[in-house]
C-alpha cells in the first residue's frame, strides 16, 4: 500500500512538471493552430506564405468528375480540363489552417493554354467549410508567359449559398478553384507555378484603364483586375444580369416543392413552375458579380404568363447580406402569349426594414431575388422568363 502511494505521488508530480512545462512553452508560426484567447486560429500568415509551390508534395489535390483532372509536372501544376465550366466543376486542395487577416490576398503565377483565354475563379474554406462563393474572386489567365494574378478578399469573406454565413479569415484550410465557373465550358489547360498568401500591399498598384470596362471585368480601386468588387465603370449602359443564353446553375429556389426552374428548350427562357406559393413568401433568385446600381436603379424583366394574373415582386441584396424590403417593389402582370418588359425602379428605395433596419449598399448589389404573390393569396401558374438587365432611369423614362 505503502509502495502505491509513493508511486501515485511520483506520478502526479511529473504530470504537473509535464503543466509546468507546457505552460512555459511559446506557440510559434509553424504550428498548425494557435489560441488567441480562447479561439483556435491557423498559423498567422506574416509576409508572403507558400500554400503550394509543387516541390515537395504537400496535400494530395482533389478534383470533381472526369472534366477536370489537376496533375504535377516536375514543379508546376497542370490543370487539364474538357468541357468545364458550366456546372461548376472545380479542384482543389486541404493544407494546415492559415490566418489569412492581415494577408487577404491569393497570389498565383499561371498561364493557360487552350483556343480561348478561361477565367479562373479562387474560393476559400475555413475550419467549419464555410465558403468565399457569395462573391468569388476571378482573372483571366491569358496565354504564353506566365503572368502574376491577385485574388483580393478583402470584404469578401462571406458564403451566399447554400445559406449566409461569415467565412472565418483566420482559419483557411483549403482552395478551390474554379475555371469559367457558371459560364461557357472551356478546354485546354491551366499551369500553376505556386500559390501563396500575401499581404494587401503586394498588389502592384497600376492606373485604371481610361477606357470603360465591361460587366464581370472591373478595376479595382488598386487598379488590379478582379471580380469588380469595386466598379469604376464610367457608362450607365444597360447591364445584362442573365439573358439565358446558357444553362441555369445560378439560379435557386427556396422550395423544390413550389417551384420548379428549368430551362425551356423551345423558347430558350427559364421556365418558373409555381404551385401554392404566396403567403409563406417562397423565392427563387440568383447571384451575380458585383453590380453599382447607383448607376443603373432599375431592373428590367422580359417574361409572360399564360396562366392568371399575379404580383411579381423583386428584392436586391448586398455584399452584406442586406436586402431592400423596406419599401417593396412590385409589379402586376396580366397574362398574355407575348412577352412584356416590366420595370422595376429601386430610386430612393435601397433600404432593409426586416429583420432589422439598415441602409442596402447600391454600389455593391450581388443578389436579386424574386417573389410572386409574397404574403397575398396562393398562387399556382407558369412563368416564362426570358431577358433580366439593370438599366439606368434615363433607360427606364425612355421606354417604349
Excluded: H
Excluded at 505503502?2 to 512545462?21: G, H, T, Y
Excluded at 493554354?113 to 462563393?133: E, R
Excluded at 494587401?200 to 492606373?207: E, F, M, Q, R, T
Amino acid at each position: 500500500m505503502r509502495f502505491k502511494n509513493i508511486l501515485l505521488v511520483v506520478v502526479i508530480s511529473i504530470a504537473i512538471a509535464a503543466c509546468k512545462s507546457f505552460e512555459t512553452q511559446v506557440l510559434d508560426d509553424s504550428d498548425k493552430m494557435a489560441v488567441e484567447e480562447g479561439k483556435q486560429t491557423g498559423t498567422l500568415v506574416k509576409g508572403e506564405y507558400f500554400i503550394d509551390d509543387f516541390k515537395g508534395g504537400k496535400g494530395l489535390y482533389w478534383w470533381g468528375g472526369a472534366k477536370v483532372t489537376p496533375t504535377v509536372v516536375g514543379d508546376t501544376q497542370v490543370a487539364i480540363l474538357k468541357d468545364a465550366g458550366n456546372k461548376y466543376e472545380c479542384w482543389g486542395v486541404e493544407f494546415p489552417a492559415i490566418d489569412m487577416t492581415n494577408a487577404p490576398v491569393i497570389k498565383i503565377r499561371a498561364r493557360s493554354d487552350g483556343q480561348n483565354v478561361p477565367t479562373l475563379g479562387i474560393s476559400l474554406k475555413d475550419v467549419n467549410g464555410y465558403d468565399t462563393n457569395l462573391q468569388r474572386p476571378s482573372a483571366r489567365i491569358k496565354k504564353g508567359d506566365y503572368a502574376d494574378y491577385y485574388y483580393n478578399y478583402t470584404g469578401k469573406w462571406k458564403q451566399g449559398w447554400p445559406d449566409s454565413k461569415n467565412v472565418d479569415p483566420s482559419t483557411i484550410k483549403e482552395i478551390l478553384f474554379f475555371p469559367n465557373p457558371g459560364a461557357a465550358n472551356w478546354t485546354g489547360k491551366i499551369y500553376i507555378d505556386y500559390i501563396k498568401a500575401v499581404p494587401l500591399d503586394s498588389i502592384p498598384a497600376k492606373k485604371p484603364r481610361p477606357e470603360t470596362t465591361t460587366p464581370g471585368d472591373q478595376i479595382s480601386n488598386n487598379g488590379v483586375v478582379n471580380d469588380g468588387a469595386i466598379n469604376v465603370t464610367k457608362s450607365a449602359d444597360p447591364v445584362s444580369i442573365d439573358n439565358f443564353s446558357g444553362e441555369i446553375y445560378s439560379w435557386w429556389s427556396s422550395s423544390n416543392d413550389k417551384i420548379a426552374l428549368s430551362k425551356d428548350d423551345a423558347s430558350g427562357a427559364m421556365k418558373v413552375e409555381l404551385k401554392d406559393v404566396g403567403p409563406a413568401f417562397e423565392t427563387f433568385g440568383r447571384g451575380f458579380k458585383s453590380i453599382d446600381f447607383n448607376k443603373t436603379p432599375v431592373i428590367k424583366v422580359r417574361f409572360k404568363c399564360a396562366d392568371i394574373p399575379g404580383n411579381l415582386r423583386v428584392d436586391l441584396k448586398d455584399i452584406d447580406g442586406n436586402v431592400t424590403n423596406a419599401k417593396p417593389v412590385v409589379m402586376k402582370f396580366e397574362t398574355g402569349t407575348d412577352y412584356v418588359d416590366y420595370y422595376y425602379d429601386f430610386t430612393g428605395k435601397f433600404e432593409q426594414g426586416f429583420p432589422n433596419v439598415r441602409t442596402v449598399n447600391p454600389s455593391q448589389i450581388v443578389e436579386m431575388v424574386f417573389l410572386v404573390n409574397p404574403g397575398g393569396s396562393s398562387y399556382s401558374g407558369t412563368l416564362y422568363i426570358k431577358d433580366v438587365k439593370a438599366v439606368s432611369v434615363d433607360d427606364f423614362n425612355n421606354r417604349k
